[in-house]
């Protein structure tokens, strides 16, 4: 098999599904398509099925999750859920991390991808968020990207209070969780530039994505990549030399002062989600109380399709999401991973792996896509394969960094 050709199917895929395309080749969009031919090439390249710990208790999960589907009869939407992202999380991380064996500079490619979506998602989320709409639906019906689902409803928000900037932004995705957690992703790896290269100048680029993950108004996800990064500007700060130490100190002064107070201020004139008028959560706890109604009386055998059909909702939380997916052994399982996951990022943070410019970039990118989920639906349970791209990556770059050094 051609390395080159693996790379080039690979990377057609990762496209289609990084930016959401819904083209159709005959039943099947693109994506899965390519994503086929992928999978056959996995099997071919591999020999037999290659799983390490996190994706065996991944395993774990979805055969938990698929017996509470089997006893509670949501097999189909079970079935539905299992091709549709708890496989493509598989062939998308094992593609991965061929990809990079083919050539580490697949890591360079994969970075430029994520940037040059965000990029876009950037400039389609401020316009929508000033209203300005018309310049990218070109774009929008030639890859066949997602409609702005909530958008009517935001418009008609618009009508009734005309000082409200919107409070749902969707980006490309049709969907404004998910535009706020990829953007706040994006801007965790762009510090990868930032830390290799030391310039300050190129602290633009995280800001633009940050930027982006503000207009969308995704509170979560705007937090976690402020504190993501706060952790770069300590990384700088901590290798600079003098004159860099003063121009970082002169930047975080000028961002917590002015910056907090500017944004505080334009929230408030504008009616955002960061104001009073947009953080009633009291709907959160009418939420976690039908979940627990639901798991007092359904403890063995929980099923998130189930609670659906009886009128409930997904609880926006990660661990209790696992809980809904299968019941305990799910929640082990998810737990597990997250265990072991952080753990070794937690060891090379404290090892000289951790003055490698791309594993602390994909470890930010990992924490802020968790720190999301403890208050979202979309993570590792519900299948969003992007956090099995940044696994295989970092994977990928501690053995192409211990077989430099070997």
């Not at 349970?381 to 211990?402: C, D, F, N, P, Q």
């Amino acid at each position: 098999m051609s390395k080159r050709i693996f790379n080039l199917v690979y990377f057609i895929d990762l496209f289609f599904f990084l930016c959401g395309s819904s083209i159709y080749l005959g039943p099947v969009t693109v994506g899965f398509f390519f994503a086929a031919i992928l999978l056959l090439l996995i099997l071919l390249h591999d020999k037999k099925l290659v799983l390490d710990k996190p994706l065996k208790l991944y395993a774990v999960f979805i055969i938990s999750f698929g017996l509470s589907s089997l006893v509670t009869g949501q097999m189909r939407a079970f079935s539905d859920t299992f091709l549709r992202f708890y496989l493509i999380s598989f062939i998308l991380w094992r593609a991965t991390s061929i990809a990079i064996e083919n050539n580490p500079k697949a890591i360079d490619t994969i970075f430029y991808m994520f940037l040059c979506i965000g990029l876009f998602d950037v400039a389609v989320s401020i316009s929508q968020m000033t209203f300005n709409t018309q310049w990218y639906q070109p774009i929008y019906e030639a890859l066949k990207l997602r409609h702005d689902e909530e958008m009517a409803e935001v418009m008609a928000y618009k009508s009734q209070y005309s000082d409200v900037f919107s409070y749902a932004i969707t980006g490309i995705f049709g969907n404004a969780i998910k535009n706020g957690w990829f953007l706040a992703v994006c801007s965790c790896l762009s510090m990868r530039y930032v830390l290799k290269y030391k310039k300050l100048v190129l602290l633009v680029f995280p800001l633009i994505y940050i930027a982006g993950v503000f207009a969308c108004q995704e509170r979560s996800a705007l937090l976690g990549s402020i504190l993501a990064l706060g952790y770069c500007l300590y990384r700088l700060y901590k290798e600079g030399n003098s004159y860099a130490k003063i121009g970082i100190v002169i930047i975080s002064l000028f961002a917590i002062v002015s910056g907090f107070e500017f944004l505080v201020a334009f929230s408030e004139s504008h009616n955002l989600r960061y104001t009073e008028f947009g953080f009633d959560d009291t709907g959160r706890s009418d939420i976690l109380g039908g979940v627990s109604n639901y798991l007092v009386s359904n403890p063995i055998f929980p099923n998130i399709y189930d609670h659906f059909e009886r009128g409930g909702r997904a609880p926006h939380n990660l661990f209790v999401n696992a809980f809904m997916y299968g019941g305990l052994l799910s929640f082990i399982c998810i737990f597990g991973i997250i265990i072991i996951q952080f753990k070794s990022y937690y060891k090379d943070l404290k090892s000289n792996l951790i003055n490698n410019p791309t594993l602390i970039a994909i470890i930010l990118s990992a924490f802020v896509f968790t720190f999301n989920s403890l208050f979202h639906n979309q993570s590792i349970v519900t299948g969003e394969y992007v956090i099995w791209i940044i696994w295989a990556i970092y994977l990928s770059e501690k053995r192409l960094i211990i077989k430099q050094k070997i």
